[in-house]
């Protein structure tokens, strides 16, 4: 089963922030936090991932909370081409042989 | 550099036939990993393979297996197809055991 808890939908304006929560309440000390996102009909895409600092890249910036149960993803400047499903994964980053276990993800959807 | 590749992109089968799907990874990717994906059940994990051996499996019967080559390309085969095959099967690449994955487009797979 999954690890996380996210919304199932979420609405964002073009241009605005859109701020995606999720919660993962029972991470363990040495599980990373990744986030995906998948556009329809294509494969998923990797966004980002981090361990307990904020982390920020070209696309988003994640933000974890201090005592790592929960996360946000932010995507500072919406477009259209940003609605998709996202997905926030736990996983240790050397457990060989895990999987991903994806839940059920948040669609977002950005609106003109 | 070229992403995973997966072929075919598109293929109907009939009940009780099999099928082999092929993924190619990106180069110098050692670590290929399969996923199932409907409606219903969402992205669920098939199996991973790291240099030519079959990591981890996910919960699926027997009617699928898959294998690695030693140009870290992989096919997963599905014997006997049923209506609830019916999905996009993707395939995602990583450097290492648990590392960053990326996905290919996938091969929608469709049982009549």
């Known amino acids: 089963d999954a690890k996380t808890t996210q919304p199932p939908s979420m609405d964002c304006a073009e241009g605005r922030a859109a701020n995606l929560p999720c919660n993962h309440s029972?991470?363990?000390?040495?599980?990373?936090v990744y986030w995906y996102r998948q556009i329809h009909s294509q494969g998923p895409q990797y966004i980002i991932h981090?361990?307990?600092n904020n982390e920020t890249n070209e696309m988003a910036s994640l933000i974890i909370t201090e005592d790592r149960k929960s996360s946000t993803l932010i995507l500072p400047h919406a477009t259209l081409r940003d609605t998709a499903v996202y997905y926030c994964i736990v996983r240790g980053e050397n457990q060989a042989g895990t999987a991903l276990i994806f839940g059920k993800g948040t669609t977002l959807s950005v609106s003109s | 550099k070229a992403g995973v590749t997966q072929t075919p992109r598109y293929l109907i089968k009939t009940r009780g036939q099999q099928v082999t799907l092929s993924c190619s990874p990106i180069s110098g990717h050692r670590s290929v990993s399969w996923y199932q994906q409907t409606p219903g059940q969402g992205l669920q994990f098939l199996f991973e393979?790291?240099?030519?051996?079959?990591?981890n499996k996910g919960n699926f019967p027997g009617r699928f297996s898959g294998r690695q080559f030693s140009n870290s390309r992989s096919e997963m085969n599905v014997s006997t197809l049923e209506l609830g095959d019916s999905a996009l099967y993707l395939c995602?690449?990583?450097?290492?055991?648990?590392?960053?994955?990326?996905f290919g487009e996938g091969s929608r797979l469709t049982v009549l």
């Open positions: 029972t991470i363990s000390g040495n599980e990373y």
């Open positions: 393979y790291f240099s030519e051996t079959q990591r």
């Open positions: 981090g361990l307990k």
């Open positions: 995602a690449s990583s450097l290492e055991l648990a590392g960053e994955l990326f």
